[in-house]
């Protein structure tokens, strides 16, 4: 349906998917629904949504040890932070996101590269290339557990 066009629809369908996964206890899809549907939640500028969305893929995902998951909902905290106008946040998480996928050997996925081409070129200019690219550095440095706790909103995970 969204192929088609038809956002309602496939939002219908996600919704009642995601209820189904939940009922049967499909954790996976349950993460994977939910990151699909806080991509919706960006492109309409449902800020909220998405993080409430995506803080819990990210959780399912490092639970089930599923850590090309979790560099999908790393790049989606990614997409927050620069829907936020947060550049420096978002360029640490994609450079987060980055050394998860090198270490996981897990591209970026193939519907996601434009929004992803499109942001980090945003960012980057609003902050300059310099100040962009140590802020992607000090995100590639951080440890998987500090990634995570900086995603899910604490600061002072974040490197000096």
């Given at each position: 349906?969204?192929?088609?066009?038809?956002?309602?629809?496939?939002?219908?369908?996600?919704?009642?998917?995601?209820?189904?996964?939940?009922?049967?206890?499909?954790?996976?899809?349950?993460?994977?629904i939910l990151d699909t549907l806080n991509r919706d939640d960006l492109l309409?500028?449902?800020?909220?949504?998405?993080?409430?969305?995506?803080?819990?893929t990210i959780t399912i995902f490092d639970g089930l040890g599923d850590r090309?998951?979790?560099?999908?909902?790393?790049?989606?905290?990614?997409?927050?932070?620069?829907?936020?106008?947060?550049?420096?946040?978002?360029?640490?998480?994609?450079?987060?996101?980055?050394?998860?996928?090198?270490?996981?050997?897990?591209?970026?996925?193939?519907?996601?590269?434009?929004?992803?081409?499109?942001?980090?070129?945003?960012?980057?200019?609003?902050?300059?290339?310099?100040?962009?690219?140590?802020?992607?550095r000090e995100g590639r440095e951080m440890r998987f557990e500090d990634a995570?706790?900086?995603?899910?909103?604490?600061?002072?995970?974040?490197?000096?």
């Open positions: 349906m969204r192929a088609r066009g038809d956002r309602v629809a496939a939002l219908t369908l996600f919704e009642e998917s995601l209820a189904l996964a939940r009922d049967i206890g499909n954790r996976h899809l349950v993460a994977t309409q500028g449902n800020l909220g949504a998405a993080e409430a969305h995506l803080s819990e090309g998951g979790v560099a999908n909902a790393l790049e989606g905290f990614a997409l927050l932070a620069s829907a936020k106008d947060a550049s420096r946040r978002a360029a640490r998480m994609w450079g987060a996101a980055e050394r998860l996928r090198d270490e996981v050997g897990a591209p970026i996925r193939l519907h996601d590269q434009a929004d992803h081409n499109r942001s980090v070129s945003s960012a980057r200019a609003a902050l300059g290339d310099d100040a962009f690219n140590e802020a992607w995570m706790k900086y995603a899910l909103g604490d600061d002072a995970a974040r490197p000096d």
